[in-house]
């Protein structure tokens, strides 16, 4: 088993950055597949990216490309996703998941809380 904490969150203007970041305990990150997922106001659960065990393969939804960059931090066990030229459109819940591989809430095994990221125009 593993436990999942998110943390970055917050308010920030239209064009800015934010890095969340997604902390474990119980088990090293290192072994797991992990993924980020947001959800929006009455919307379901989006897949935004993933990374491969290794960190060596990464995936992103089309929204994401180009401006989020998944990244792995072995030392502190813990996976980031740095957001860029953030736009209204990117406000919701962002949840970081393990332990699968895939574009689908039911691809993985263990989620966090979720962190809210707002963006104001």
């Known amino acids: 088993q593993v436990q999942l904490v998110e943390s970055g969150g917050g308010l920030v203007q239209a064009g800015g950055s934010r890095r969340l970041s997604c902390a474990a305990s119980g088990r090293t990150l290192s072994t797991l597949t992990m993924g980020w997922f947001r959800q929006a106001p009455g919307k379901e659960r989006e897949f935004v990216a993933t990374?491969?065990?290794?960190?060596?393969?990464?995936l992103y939804a089309d929204s994401a490309k180009g401006r989020f960059t998944i990244a792995r931090d072995n030392a502190k066990n813990a996976v980031n996703l740095q957001m860029n030229s953030l736009q209204p459109e990117d406000t919701g819940v962002y949840y970081c998941?393990?332990?699968?591989?895939?574009?689908?809430?039911?691809?993985?095994?263990?989620w966090g809380q979720g962190t809210q990221v707002t963006v104001s125009s």
């Open positions: 990374i491969s065990g290794s960190g060596s393969s990464t």
């Open positions: 998941a393990a332990g699968g591989w895939g574009t689908r809430r039911s691809d993985y095994l263990f």
